[in-house]
């Protein structure tokens, strides 16, 4: 009777000590991930951005160096989509501005992004840089410019975004 009992209790204390690893993993995995992960790195662009927003000047143009977090999470220069007759600028729905909520966005993976409010009642717009050079604005200027190799040097050299111009102007 009393061996029963006893092996009983080690079955019990075996289950228990594995749900508590189990359970002390996943405490851990989401500890590191939130530390070392994009909601820290989207946390600190936002606030930056924002307050850069609050200091500057009408007529201010800031560049902003992401290279490290484009190459990181692999944000692409540029995306052409033939088939549907598209271009696009990833970087720009990393990097958002709400004008109604007057709210930085910053979004660097598919879940998740952290807006950051600024007070200044100026316009703000981004843009994309690669060594200080904008990209062509629509699909035909860059096709044109595919086609005239006056951007194949970037889009082979550079397969991520390198920085992002801040432009501030009046409303």
């Known amino acids: ?14 289950v ?13 995995v989401f500890i590191f991930n939130s ?30 160096d992401v290279s490290d977090i484009c190459n990181e999470y692999k944000i692409p220069l540029i995306n052409i989509d033939s088939a549907k007759n598209t ?6 729905d990393a990097f958002k501005i709400d004008d109604k909520s007057k709210k930085v966005i910053v979004k660097f993976g ?15 717009e981004f843009d994309a840089l690669v060594d200080g050079k904008e990209l062509p604005v629509g699909l035909q200027e860059v096709q044109d410019a595919i086609k005239k190799k006056l951007i194949q040097d970037v889009l082979n050299k550079k397969l991520y975004c390198q920085q992002l111009k801040i432009k501030i102007s009046e409303k």
């Open 1 to 14: 009777m009393l061996g029963k009992r006893g092996i009983h209790l080690v079955g019990e204390e075996i």
């Open 16 to 28: 228990f000590y594995i749900l508590n690893a189990v359970f002390f993993i996943v405490l851990l």
């Open 35 to 64: 530390v070392n992960g994009k909601p820290v790195y989207e946390q600190a662009y936002a606030k930056q951005i924002a307050f850069l927003i609050d200091q500057a000047k009408p007529g201010t143009e800031i560049v902003l």
């Open 110 to 124: 598919s879940m998740g992004s952290y807006g950051m409010p600024y007070f200044s009642n100026l316009k703000v």
């Open 87 to 92: 271009y696009s600028k990833p970087i720009l």
